[in-house]
Nanobody, 122 residues
Framework: EVQLLESGGGLVQAGGSLRLSCAAS????????MGWFREAPGKEREGVAL?????????????FYPDSVKGRFTISSDNAKNTVYLQMNSLKAEDTAVYYC??????????WGQGTQVTVSS
């Protein structure tokens, strides 16, 4: 059974940092693209950090960040722990959302975690 368990969300002041973690199980972690998405009230879910392969170093060619978070968010992984991280720096009020970890075991993002709330106070 595939499971993705996020942790690390919370309340932070604008300008602060948080690190989200996603512990994965039930599939071969090294071979699967992983990503972080977020969903704010009244908005569609959007991808904020996508990783093509879980090599831990997340080279520039293997990751994607939208302009809204580029330079502030970093995705990485620890293959020994089957865990993917999202380091979020210089947080803004508009980063407030529920953040989800996802795995792409097939042709689409087909497994999702339960989500973790991130609230940035201005």
């Amino acid at each position: 059974e595939v499971q993705l368990l996020e942790s690390g969300g919370g309340l932070v002041q604008a300008g602060g940092s948080l690190r989200l973690s996603c512990a994965a199980s039930g599939f071969t972690f090294d071979d699967v693209p992983m990503g972080w998405f977020r969903e704010a009230p009244g908005k569609e879910r959007e991808g904020v950090a996508l990783m093509r392969s879980n090599n831990g170093t997340a080279s520039e060619g293997g990751t994607f960040y939208p302009d809204s978070v580029k330079g502030r968010f970093t995705i990485s992984s620890d293959n020994a722990k089957n865990t993917v991280y999202l380091q979020m720096n210089s947080l803004k009020a508009e980063d407030t959302a529920v953040y989800y970890c996802a795995a792409k075991t097939g042709s689409k993002w087909d497994y999702w975690g339960q989500g973790t709330q991130v609230t940035v106070s201005s």
